[in-house]
């Protein structure tokens, strides 16, 4: 085998192990910085950090991800960021509920308030790293 061959052979592996990220932490992370403040929101909005897999789409993969949940929808950055890729029929609109857990499958998730996420964030200066 030639050191070409083997080259190809170890970028397939990476290419397999890593699931290319998006955008969903800074949009998650834009969501409760404007409305850390906003009584109403803090009352209806979750931010929710946890793994997903889909069998299709990470080939049963999990991986880290953030979305915001609003009532029975679900609102991340690939559906509702008008920057974002906006790839499925809930483009704008947000996922019902029972169909992004359906089809996700998330684990492990944390839910904040956009208050409870600011004030994590302003303690650890991260968005990432609080208890999940």
């Not at 909005?45 to 889909?54: H, L, S």
């Not at 990470?58 to 960021?81: C, F, I, M």
């Not at 483009?91 to 994590?120: C, H, I, L, Q």
Request: one cysteine or more; proline letters at 5%.
């Amino acid at each position: 085998m030639s050191v070409n061959e083997k080259i190809v052979i170890k970028l397939k592996d990476l290419l397999n192990e890593t699931i290319a990220c998006g955008e969903c932490l800074s949009y998650a992370w834009r969501t409760y910085i404007v409305n850390q403040d906003n009584k109403s929101a803090n009352r209806r909005m979750k931010i929710a950090f946890g793994t997903v897999q889909n069998k299709w789409i990470s080939n049963n993969k999990r991986y880290p991800h953030a979305w915001v949940e609003e009532g029975n929808l679900v609102k991340d950055w690939q559906t509702n960021d008008p920057k974002g890729p906006r790839t499925s029929k809930w483009a704008m609109k947000g996922w019902p509920k029972r169909e992004f857990y359906k089809f996700w499958n998330p684990k492990n998730v944390k839910k904040y308030t956009p208050k409870e996420a600011s004030d994590n964030f302003k303690r650890t200066k991260s968005m990432i790293g609080w208890d999940w």
